[in-house]
Structures are given as C-alpha cells and as structure tokens.
C-alpha cells in the first residue's frame, strides 16, 4: 500500500465514489466524488484530537468488537495515514479543532467531484460476507463468523490476539467450525473457494493458542484443490483437530452457562453426535461487494445470477467484459483465492498494457451499419446487442463503431433489415453463392 501511495505514475482518491463513467475505449471521461474526512491533508497523523475526543464507537476494522473515536484513524497501517471523523457520532464539540496544533480539521468540508480521462479501467471491488440468519448468529454472544475470529487472532486486535469468549472474556475450551453457511444450497449453489482453507489455518493457530482446547470442523466437503493445500490439511489432522462430514441440525445456547448445545449428524459414521461448545466460528458465503452493484450500474455491466460480474468468455477472455477497455479481477469477477485472485489481476495488468504502451488501438472494420431509410425504431438490437453498442437516437438506430463486434445478431433479428454486417452485407453473400453454384 506504501508503495502504491509513493509511486510517481499512481494517483490514489481514497475516501472516494466513482459517480459516472462515459465514453469508450482510449477516451473513457469519469467524475469521482471526493467525500469529506473533515481532516486536510495538513494532517501528520499525531493523534492529539483522538486522545481530547469524548465520544466513542465502535470500530467496524475490528469487526465491532473494538471501540474508536468519532475522530479516529481507521486502522493502524491505514494509507493515506489520515483521521477522519464519524460526524453521524460527533458531537460537535470541537476539542479536536483546539487540539490540532495544525489546524487540520475543517467541519465546512463538503462533496467534492473530480473528473479525469482514462484510456482503461479495471474493476476490482471485492466482495462482502453473508450474514447468516440461522446457527444463533447476531442473537448469541459466542457465535462469530470467521472475518470476527481474525480480528480476535490479529495482534493488533481488539484482544491483541487473545482468544476469549465474547459473553464473559473466559478461554474458549471447546470451539467449533461450521462450513458452508449460506453457500452450496438453493440460493447460493456456489463454493465460496475459500472457506476450508482459512478454517484449517485458523484452527490451527488456535490450537497453537488454546492446546488444551478441542477444535471441531464440521463440513460438507473440505476442498483443498490448490498447490499445498492437501498437505496442510493431513497436517491440520495432526495436530489433533477432529472432523465431522455433516451438517448441524440444532444449535441451541444455555442461557446460564452460554454455552452452545449442538447435534451434527455424522454421515461417515450415520450416529448423531453431540458437542457443548463455548466458541463456534460460521464460514459465512461470500457476496459481491455493494460496491461491485454500484459500479455494474455505473458502468453498464452484466452480472451473473448471483451478482458477479461477468467475463466476456470464462475460458478465453476471463478479464474482458463486454466494454471494450474495462477488465475485472479478483472477487468482483467470482470468488477465488489470493494467488488466483493476484494472477487475475496481473493479467488484466497485461492486457492494459497491450493496449495502452502503442499509444493508439486497432479498431475492426467488420462492424454493423444501419440504414436509415429502412430503420423504423423498433428497438430490437438495442435490447438485443450483447454489448450495448447500439442506440436509438431521433434519425434511428446509431452503432458504437468502437465497442461494436461485428458479431451480427443485430443483423440477424432486424425485421425490416435495416442493418449489415460491414464485408458481409446480404449482397456480397448473395454473390458469393451464385458464383459458387455457377457451374
């Protein structure tokens, strides 16, 4: 992230929306609001105002677990380093602005757009995690996801990296994974591709914490498909974590002890086994991020049935979209692990730089033209276009020469035969045939 922040060629708008998004490819205008921190850029990060603030909340980096200040640093390796203040939680009492020895706070701030030309645009927005409504979550104290258990286990974490029970701060002695929680059912077929992963690593740094602990996955299938990934599951079995092929069929907390009851129904084994756990950690589904559905409407984008973004073709083109210029890496495209996520993102890196270091972009000829006098405004291949490359304009029916494929289908489901496929117009195919069959 420092390196991004120093570099001489990266301009970074942190604390930013991108709001509209026009043109095409090589010339493509965006406006981004700049929202206000109410800090300036003044700001050396001393944390004078945060120590003289009264009013606290709570930190959504730590998962909510922890607290900040209405005027706080978001986390500690943030960039830029730069405070910002939760005005919906502010008072307004202004001890920060007497405490600043910088005058860097500056309650007039408002929305600022900048706008800028861009030749190319990759989309990586990430993704945002299921919040289940089942297995006692958001209703029991000791039932957290795994996003929650990472902040517990980071040292710079709500409890420095000390694992405790969320209802009374006691070690944890019998804890439990649950795996796929809301994926691979009717809503969400898909495998979240990470989840077993993080729970056998996560398992084992809390058997490296709580040895004395007992550690439990409960699991449908554990899918360790990637370089190394099988033997750090055989080790994860090692080191005394047990395992249970099935799902949880009831989970219930004992309101005196705040344990958790728990019955898993064990397929491998067909016997009904019962767990009193203190800690149980759900692998949630991941979701495209709310950002993913912003820019898809800013930008025009297709989306699958689950909200991804789609690929112009999965095998062939996993980087493309059907805006020529804009690419999608990492979870905004499907979910996917870390090295898939950074070869996806090099890659569309590539294909940037194959367009962008010639300094001008070969355009095809073979695109769709419309004549007008046969055009009646049917809107047929506006609807039916793939890429969004034709419009209906007052004279009719106008073609994006430069998003447009020349793949036809407006062509083809044109009902008054208004458009042709530039070097393979009805005439030249006629022609083509009648010479053939000549003879």
């Excluded at 570099?7 to 010339?27: A, C, P, Q, R, T």
């Excluded at 909340?57 to 380093?81: M, T």
């Excluded at 930008?299 to 991804?308: E, N, R, T």
């Amino acid at each position: 992230m420092l390196e991004v922040n120093r570099h001489e060629n990266i301009e970074l708008l942190s604390f930013s929306e991108v709001k509209n998004v026009s043109g095409y490819i090589g010339d493509y205008k965006v406006t981004v609001e700049k929202k206000p921190r109410y800090v300036t850029d003044e700001c050396n990060g001393c944390g004078a105002c945060t120590e003289v603030c009264p009013t606290y909340l709570s930190n959504y980096f730590d998962e909510h677990f922890g607290a900040r200040k209405a005027i706080d640093i978001a986390f500690g390796q943030a960039v830029p380093f730069l405070y910002d203040v939760h005005r919906d939680t502010c008072v307004e009492c202004f001890s920060c602005v007497e405490a600043c020895e910088l005058d860097a706070i500056n309650f007039s701030q408002v929305p600022t757009e900048v706008s800028f030309v861009v030749g190319t645009i990759i989309i990586a927005t990430g993704w945002d995690l299921y919040e289940p409504n089942d297995y006692g979550y958001g209703l029991y104290d000791n039932v957290i996801n795994q996003a929650q258990l990472e902040r517990i286990l980071a040292p710079n974490g709500p409890t420095e990296g000390h694992v405790r029970r969320i209802s009374d701060g006691k070690k944890p002695k019998e804890i439990l994974f649950i795996q796929c929680v809301g994926s691979r059912d009717t809503e969400r077929t898909y495998c979240s591709g990470v989840c077993c992963m993080i729970a056998l690593k996560n398992a084992r740094l809390l058997k490296e914490e709580l040895p004395e602990a007992n550690i439990t996955i409960c699991y449908i299938d554990i899918r360790t498909n990637e370089k190394g990934f099988e033997e750090y599951y055989k080790r994860a079995m090692g080191s005394d974590i047990k395992m249970i092929r099935g799902k949880v069929g009831e989970l219930i907390e004992d309101p005196e002890t705040k344990k958790l009851k728990i019955r898993v129904y064990s397929s491998l084994t067909d016997e009904i086994i019962k767990i009193d756990a203190d800690l149980v950690v759900l692998s949630t589904a991941v979701l495209p991020s709310k950002g993913t559905q912003q820019i898809t409407k800013v930008l025009g984008l297709d989306v699958d049935k689950f909200g991804y973004l789609t690929e112009s073709h999965f095998g062939l083109m996993p980087q493309e979209t059907k805006s020529k210029g804009i690419f999608i890496a990492g979870f905004a495209q499907g979910p996917k692990n870390i090295s898939y996520s950074v070869s996806q993102a090099r890659a569309a890196a590539s294909k940037v730089a194959e367009i962008t270091s010639p300094g001008e972009i070969d355009i095809e000829l073979i695109t769709a033209e419309v004549n007008p006098e046969f055009c009646i405004s049917c809107r047929r291949c506006e609807k039916d276009c793939p890429k969004g490359a034709i419009k209906i304009e007052d004279i009719g029916a106008i073609v994006d020469e430069i998003n447009c494929d020349g793949c036809g289908i407006c062509a083809s489901s044109c009902p008054t035969l208004a458009i042709d496929i530039r070097y393979y117009r009805d005439e030249q195919l006629f022609a083509e045939i009648s010479a053939l069959l000549e003879d």
